[in-house]
């Protein structure tokens, strides 16, 4: 299971004669495996509520309109980290911090192109009438 | 990606370090590549929420949305971008690959799933009189929601070349990479997804 580096010899694990060379390594195999099983399974079940909820929101009306786009931006923004965390795996460890910093530096460019768009047309629009 | 090395410490120490400098390097330039996507779309989500009240006495968001289908297609999307993670632990954790494919076989089923009903929706548009000809409205939105669709269209051929690529070569170091950057995207454009039906759909209907 741990030295297969091939798609070829894919059955080498289920073999019924073949036994682990080491089965501390392979434990260790099967916990990472758990491990990120569960990352994906719990970013599945928060993008499904963090979803359903917002959808809930404007489908029944549940508040005044300028709340509603508030509520749906902030779920959004969490939604999108999760997706970030559970599924990119960009998050505070060692590993990822380069894509970390590159994904708020993008966000930062994104934010002053989309946000400064907005508000100048906006102020613009706000003039004309 | 880096942290696959380290939750496999015994795994890559007969590989050269250049494999793994390169595979470092390729990956982070895929993520330039997504990031300057992603002002791209930011742009078109701004020109959107400037046009999104020119409507030109044609119909507006909540004459042509339909939040249903909306729904539909973020779920489908979603449980897509999941079987893909599902593909990508086969990879990683080398169940070989036969799971391999049919996870990406199912991702490709529901990426299906979300195109059709979105091209229905595109198409019912068209019926109520909003094509991108109508006004400013359904141009900004022409411009900004088909593109998206677009790239999943893109994704799709891709994970089709990706499937013949692991049949015919099997999982070596060239597929495994390409598995691993087509997952970036993939997972991407979901992200992407979140702000369109945020923005526009939700924001539309609200």
């Known amino acids: 299971m741990t030295d297969v580096h091939n798609g070829h010899t894919r059955s080498v694990h289920t073999h019924p004669g073949w036994q682990p060379p080491a089965t501390a390594r392979d434990q260790g195999d099967r916990n990472a495996y758990r491990k990120d099983l569960y990352s994906y399974i719990s970013g599945l079940v928060l993008a499904l509520l963090l979803t359903a909820v917002p959808f809930a929101l404007v489908y029944w009306h549940a508040m005044t309109a300028s709340s509603l786009l508030l509520a749906i931006g902030v779920f959004a923004l969490v939604q999108a980290i999760v997706h970030f965390r559970c599924f990119l795996h960009v998050d505070l460890s060692r590993g990822s911090v380069d894509h970390l910093l590159l994904v708020l530096f993008s966000g930062v460019i994104l934010i002053m192109m989309a946000g400064g768009t907005v508000w100048i047309l906006g102020n613009l629009h706000a003039r004309m009438y | ?206």
């Open chain 2, 1 to 206: 990606m880096s942290d696959r090395t380290a939750d496999n410490p015994g795994m890559s120490l007969t590989a050269a370090h250049y494999h793994v400098d390169r595979e470092d390097e390729v990956t982070f330039g895929f993520w330039v590549f997504l990031m300057s996507d992603a002002i791209m779309f930011g742009v078109l989500f701004g020109t959107y929420a400037v046009m999104v009240r020119a409507t030109a006495g044609g119909p507006g968001p909540k004459d042509l949305y339909d939040i249903h289908s909306v729904l539909i297609q973020t779920v489908a999307l979603l449980l897509s971008s999941f079987c893909y993670g599902m593909a990508s632990l086969a990879l990683k954790h080398r169940s070989g690959r036969r799971p391999l494919i049919a996870w990406l076989v199912v991702t490709l089923l529901f990426a299906f799933v979300f195109l059709s009903f979105e091209v229905h929706d595109f198409l019912s548009m068209f019926a109520a009189g909003g094509g991108p000809d109508r006004s400013g409205f359904t141009s900004a939105f022409f411009g900004l929601v088909p593109l998206h669709g677009l790239h999943v269209t893109t994704g799709c051929i891709w994970m089709v070349v990706m499937i013949v690529q692991i049949a015919r070569y099997g999982v070596d170091d060239d597929t495994r990479l390409g598995l691993e950057r087509l997952g970036l995207f993939w997972h991407f454009l979901d992200i992407v997804w979140i702000a369109i039906f945020s923005i526009v759909y939700l924001g539309g209907l609200a």
